[in-house]
């Protein structure tokens, strides 16, 4: 992907709100629904909830290099409290990336022939892209449990 250089987006205000809709979420699952799912080939809540802050260690450590950890939440991240700090650590990797002009300007090379190189804007945009998905298809997953989580868009 070619881009010329763009100046750093000022979107962090605007993805503290996504943010904060997801840990808000977190806190609406009536007790013992996070491992619930509507159909068996569907994740939990938990595990959308831990794919999101998963998804966003994996951009940062293999497609960035910040040169910090990407532990295996899967296996650690099993309370309520578990997947709030997940959230919360890897939110604060990316406010430290979206403040980073070289880290977004820099096209990194992909190994992956379906997707191009991408530059850190493309990224910073999918994983905001990314977010929003999961966020919407918890508010749906609160709805079939009949929870009114009053987020409104
Ligand atoms: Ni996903």
């Known amino acids: ?13 605007y993805w ?3 943010q904060e809709d997801l840990l808000h979420i977190v806190d609406l699952f009536p007790q013992g629904t996070l491992n619930w799912t509507p159909k068996d080939e569907l994740w939990n809540a938990r595990g959308i ?32 409290d578990d ?14 990336f979206l403040s980073n002009q070289a880290q977004l300007d820099k096209v990194y090379p992909s190994d992956d022939p379906n997707h191009p190189p991408a530059d850190g804007h493309w990224i910073a945009f999918h994983l905001l892209e ?6 919407a298809e918890l508010m749906q997953r609160l709805a079939l449990l009949d929870v009114k989580h009053e987020i409104d868009l």
């Open 16 to 18: 503290t709100s996504v």
């Open 49 to 80: 909830l831990i794919h999101v802050s998963d998804a966003r260690d994996s951009w940062m450590t293999r497609a960035i290099e910040d040169g910090e950890p990407y532990p295996n939440i899967w296996l650690t991240a099993r309370s309520r």
């Open 130 to 135: 990314h977010d929003i998905h999961h966020r």
């Open 1 to 13: 992907m070619e881009t010329a250089s763009f100046p750093a987006l000022a979107i962090t205000p």
């Open 83 to 96: 997947v709030k700090r997940e959230l919360g650590r890897t939110f604060a990797r990316i406010q430290r």
